[in-house]
């Protein structure tokens, strides 16, 4: 008896999805819907149907979770909801100010239909979330740093890519090594944008294209680039392909603290992952939350949960005898 | 509205769980319990009692979590159970081999009490656990480790003080940084215990103390010493108490795993510690989880929990609106 998982989208999310669920005995793909052509779509696992989104009401007896892949501008805020009524969700909605809102609207059709929805998972939101959050019960009086990277960013290698005479583009958001030793060592630094991490560009131009002016346009580009030291570097297609191809991530959450009657002692919690691939850790995390929507759901929950709402064994398939016996 | 916690024993754990109630607005120390002549014990917060242990059962009323600060040798086995019965408790229990026999006896006092039960609060039992399973639900196909120091073990310095010629001792346990490194990098090696960590021996000999013996004896130790590489330095009571006198500890827990259809992918996670003082951390953490066994009461949850059991919200004094919208 394994946990039917279904998909929404086949972007890159969705196969990280895909792929953990391999990974995970107690879990089963019963079908990926798609609002393109199915006959489209190949998937990566054998024997699994590829239907139109308008089939889903008709699958809802075999699915236990329906997994969201995809993006919070517009699918996520509309598309949560609406599937909540219908099954157990999760999500990956990361645009962290407008979560609240997110959260009424899923907790409300999710009541309604007597499902559990899981928002805001992966690792920022999601373990980071999860990180911040423990730490800082822990250590009440203390300062929070987040650095993401070494990795690519996609939103800002999107936003080269639509600067005139740009044919292709990857963004690395590379931490600052000096801001990263000063947390570490305890010092409590007040850093800004520009101390914390670097922006590095690797550029393909169009044939005859003015590189000054991109370079110009991307150093310039408010909210991206203007606030952060960027180098850019021009490379051929080939180059491009052959060393930038990946979508590695990864960062740390660091919680500087102090106890003591004089408040004379300091600690330094640190969570750091490297990821050689964002999609497929961020899909990792989806699947360990499927499991706990699915066993929540089988206890009669319902209503909208983040990580912060979940006791960490729902997450595991191991019982919680087992974990008691091989994990504490 | 306060938290009203108390302390059963006054030492190093204890005092840790004082200081950290004084950081926590929504906690209060209502009394310390002792076994030796209250008039002899000495709080760092004024105002509250001293109290034989005989007194605890008529504080029944004005006590929401008692926290037990005894060793797990052979107090917490037998007090945890009889007091469960109670109180909500807390205890550090961190003899792993053990956790399933206590947690059981637990679970069977609370659920008569009505009472919840936290036990093995703290880092290790406690944050490195959590953070093991969690990495192990996250990512299920990898490897785990775990470093600890540098950091003082209480238990090696105990065993060198129990030596013919040794005045006092301190022992610091370091972790090997090849080992960590290997580790890091995602080589996934297979350690000896001679490869992940050094012992460090500081030690005070008494007059005319025969060191070669002592240094003998230290490094062929069984169980504590023999399969380490250990370095004894010996040193004036002056040093040991000017350099060696805090109890600094810490370490980390990584998982290094793979991800993708053909496993091609790594990610490592690490989470890392470092305190400067062992006995404050771990009171820290048994004060967010003295809030978790008061709300889960609240709620009407009775029985045996670890920190698997608890959704991490009840760790934090916000609440889960202030959670989303601040910390997801």
């Not at 007896?61 to 949560?80: C, K, M, N």
């Not at 963004?171 to 101390?195: C, D, F, H, M, W």
């Not at 699947?287 to 960490?312: H, M, N, Q, W």
Request: charged residues 25%.
């Amino acid at each position: 008896m394994s946990i039917k998982i279904a998909l929404l989208g086949y972007g890159n999310l969705s196969r990280g999805v895909e792929a953990a669920i391999k990974q995970n005995a107690d879990t089963e793909l019963v079908a990926v819907f798609t609002r393109r052509d199915p006959s489209s779509v190949s998937l990566k696992t054998e024997g699994v149907p590829v239907l139109n989104v308008s089939e889903i009401e008709s699958m809802k007896d075999d699915i236990d979770v329906l997994v969201l892949g995809g993006g919070s501008a517009t699918d996520l805020p509309e598309q949560t909801p609406k599937y909540a009524k219908l099954f157990n969700v999760v999500d990956s909605f990361d645009t962290h100010a407008r979560i609240p809102e997110h959260f009424s609207n899923v907790d409300k059709a999710a009541k309604e239909g007597g499902n559990v929805g899981i928002i805001s998972v992966g690792w920022d939101p999601g373990m980071f979330s999860l990180l911040r959050m423990i730490s800082n019960a822990v250590l009440p009086e203390g300062n929070d740093y987040t650095f993401w990277g070494k990795g690519v960013s996609q939103g800002h290698s999107d936003a080269i890519r639509r600067i005139e005479g740009v044919k292709d583009a990857r963004q690395y958001t590379v931490p600052i090594e000096a801001a990263v030793e000063k947390v570490r060592s305890g010092e409590n630094p007040q850093l800004t944008t520009r101390e914390k991490h670097l922006r590095e560009c690797y550029v393909v131009a169009e044939e005859n294209a003015d590189k000054a002016y991109i370079e110009e346009q991307i150093k310039t580009m408010p909210n991206y680039f203007a606030d952060y030291d960027t180098t850019v570097t021009f490379i051929s297609e080939e180059e491009l392909k052959e060393k930038h191809s990946g979508l590695p991530h990864g960062g740390f959450v660091l919680r500087s603290g102090v106890t003591g009657n004089n408040k004379e002692n300091k600690h330094i919690i640190e969570y750091n992952l490297k990821l050689d691939s964002n999609p497929e850790f961020t899909g990792s995390v989806i699947v360990a939350y499927a499991r706990a929507a699915y066993k929540l759901s089988k206890e009669g929950v319902s209503g909208c949960k983040t990580v912060f709402d979940i006791a960490p064994t729902y997450l595991s398939s191991q019982s919680p005898e087992e974990l008691r016996a091989h994990m504490l």
